[in-house]
């Protein structure tokens, strides 16, 4: 272990502690983080058998939706290979799980050390890990390296200044990233900035978005035919999904201009995270408009709802396939936007702020589409929201834009699952 390695282990091991306490003290409020804790120690119970696995690592919730097509396909072409998704969240997790697929193992992550990750490859005995998007994990990386274990990292992106801040300690992930790891990554910018950080351009081939390939089923279309005809037949109705604090107001507003003007719609809220959906509640009280949550009854008071609450998990992709119009958080505020894809692969007109800072090359494809209208402020919001709103010809324009992009950057799965074969293909 280099001296850089042995400083940020020393840094992890002292965060360990503090981030346990962190799940310990969410747990009280949400027990899913409570469960499969010894996992985070590279605990937990080891596969069953003893056959090799395919480990896939998906941090949250849309690196999941984005890898369910790979874990459809690594199921189908290598059915004697299980597949072990680890999460970072418990938001995570349950999309995994909710995946269903027969040999398909779901767990938390380990923590960065050493140790940690050991433990894990003892238990899960991978014959390849799958990192999708952005987790580079020096001791991971290292680990896997020392044992022998290939690691493909999908989609991969790597922000300018997440190359620069690498570039400051170049012995951290370079020996690695030198070593046994392959990026597919998602552009030309990235392939040029992890080739920077000392990978040769055989080992970052450029794939593409893997959600790019991601369908949307039938089934999904047909739920969210079933949630438009409970919640809003024939009205308007917009989603505002995963939104951060300092954009619902923004969101209420734009929602309040539709009133004013006239409009009998529905608007669904959907918060980011589980824990603000009581903040959200108390806003809504405070409104005067008429709301709900989904996860009670609908009021049946004879007037028409004007907003439901969406606070249930693993739905918002139904209710994207039910509105007439979507907009994605995350990018009124600076967080870095959340997943453009959801809306637009089901053809639904899509508006969101300008801080598209986790997903730029998404964003900036879908805006040379002509599928996506960024708005840069609340003011703003409220305009655009009420032209859609009144423009059936400018969604239909949006919309079909939307599918012609999604269909013309397809073709990452492919290209995936064909350095993946080569990676489980036994030695020459």
């Given at each position: 272990m280099n001296a850089s390695r042995r400083v940020y282990s020393v840094v992890v091991a002292l965060a360990v502690p503090l981030a346990s306490l962190v799940?310990?003290?969410?747990?009280?409020?949400?027990?899913?983080?409570?469960?499969?804790?010894?996992?985070?120690?590279?605990l937990g119970e080891p596969m069953p058998g003893r056959g090799r696995s395919i480990w896939l690592h998906a941090v949250s919730v849309g690196e999941v939706q984005a890898a369910s097509t790979l874990v459809a396909e690594l199921r189908t072409r290598w059915p004697e290979l299980p597949v072990v998704i680890s999460c970072g969240t418990p938001a995570g997790r349950e999309r995994a799980r909710a995946l269903g697929s027969d040999g398909l193992h779901v767990r938390y992550a380990p923590y960065d050390l050493a140790s940690c990750v050991r433990g894990?490859?003892?238990?899960?005995?991978?014959?390849?890990?799958?990192?999708?998007?952005?987790?580079?994990?020096?001791?991971?990386?290292?680990?896997?390296?020392?044992?022998?274990?290939?690691v493909l990292v999908a989609s991969a992106r790597l922000s300018a200044?997440?190359?620069?801040?690498?570039?400051?300690?170049?012995?951290?992930?370079r020996p690695a990233l030198q070593g046994n790891v392959t990026a597919a990554t998602q552009s030309t910018e990235d392939q040029q900035r992890f080739e920077g950080l000392g990978m040769s351009?055989?080992?970052?081939?450029?794939?593409?978005?893997?959600?790019?390939?991601?369908?949307?089923?039938?089934?999904?279309?047909a739920e969210g035919a079933q949630l438009r005809a409970r919640y809003a037949p024939g009205r308007f109705m917009w989603v505002a999904g995963?939104?951060?604090?300092?954009?619902?107001?923004?969101?209420?507003?734009?929602?309040?201009?539709?009133?004013?003007?006239?409009?009998?719609?529905?608007?669904?809220?959907?918060?980011?995270?589980?824990?603000?959906?009581?903040?959200v509640a108390a806003l809504l009280s405070s409104t005067g408009m008429h709301w709900a949550r989904r996860s009670a009854s609908q009021p049946d008071d004879g007037r028409p709802l004007e907003v439901l609450l969406l606070d249930t998990l693993g739905e918002l992709e139904a209710f994207y396939a039910a509105a007439d119009l979507a907009f994605v958080g995350g990018s009124l505020v600076p967080i870095g936007g959340h997943s453009l894809?959801?809306?637009?692969?089901?053809?639904?007109?899509?508006?969101?702020?300008?801080?598209?800072?986790?997903?730029?090359?998404?964003?900036?494809?879908?805006?040379?589409?002509?599928?996506?209208q960024i708005v840069t402020q609340d003011a703003a919001l409220a305009?655009?929201?009420?032209?859609?709103?009144?423009?059936?010809?400018?969604?239909?324009?949006?919309?079909?834009?939307?599918?012609s992009a999604v269909a013309a950057n397809r073709g990452a799965l492919e290209c995936i699952l064909t350095l993946i074969k080569a990676r489980l293909a036994p030695p020459a």
């Open positions: 799940v310990f003290w969410r747990g009280w409020r949400e027990r899913t983080y409570w469960q499969g804790w010894p996992e985070r120690f590279g894990a490859l003892r238990r899960l005995r991978p014959a390849l890990l799958v990192i999708m998007e952005t987790e580079l994990w020096p001791n991971l990386l290292a680990v896997c390296e020392e044992a022998g274990v290939q200044r997440s190359a620069r801040r690498f570039s400051w300690f170049p012995n951290l992930l351009p055989e080992r970052t081939p450029v794939c593409g978005n893997l959600k790019f390939d991601r369908t949307p089923s039938a089934a999904l279309r995963s939104t951060h604090a300092g954009e619902e107001q923004a969101v209420l507003a734009a929602h309040e201009t539709l009133r004013r003007a006239g409009m009998q719609a529905l608007l669904v809220l959907a918060p980011r995270h589980r824990p603000r959906f009581e903040t894809l959801e809306p637009t692969a089901l053809g639904v007109p899509t508006i969101a702020g300008p801080h598209q800072e986790n997903a730029p090359e998404v964003a900036r494809q879908l805006l040379a589409a002509g599928a996506l305009r655009v929201v009420l032209e859609l709103a009144r423009d059936e010809a400018a969604r239909r324009q949006l919309s079909q834009a939307a599918l």
